[in-house]
């Protein structure tokens, strides 16, 4: 069985930082396929935070880039997300996804996997 289990999230005042963890479990893991993270605000949109691929190749949304890094520990089968400079906008709810694909898709529907997600809450 499948499992995508975030942690790490909360709530933080602006110009913070935040680390959210995923902890994966029942397939290949997080080196074997592609990860990502995304987001989403009640009545928008699901957006694309970051991901990375079978060979580490990395990409960002450009609301977050400079700022957020994404990264993985093979060991561990964690995939974990390092949130700097954070700004209200950046609240949402955060999901960890698996593609079970070694490139990262286009389309977030193709992601075969997902977290319950964790609530992140910047505050001004």
Request: proline residues 2%.
């Amino acid at each position: 069985q499948v499992q995508l289990v975030e942690s790490g999230g909360g709530s933080v005042r602006a110009g913070g930082s935040l680390t959210l963890s995923c902890a994966a479990s029942g397939f290949g893991g997080v080196d074997t396929t592609c990860m990502a993270w995304f987001r989403q605000v009640p009545g928008k949109e699901r957006e694309g935070v970051a991901s990375m691929d079978a060979l580490d190749a990395t990409k960002y949304g450009d609301s977050v880039k400079g700022r957020f890094a994404i990264s993985k520990d093979k060991a561990k089968n964690n995939l974990y997300l390092q949130m700097n400079a954070l700004n209200p906008e950046d609240t949402a709810m955060y999901y960890c996804a698996a593609a079970v694909t070694i490139w990262c898709p286009e389309s977030e529907v193709s992601y075969k996997y997902w977290g319950q997600g964790i609530q992140v809450t910047v505050s001004s």
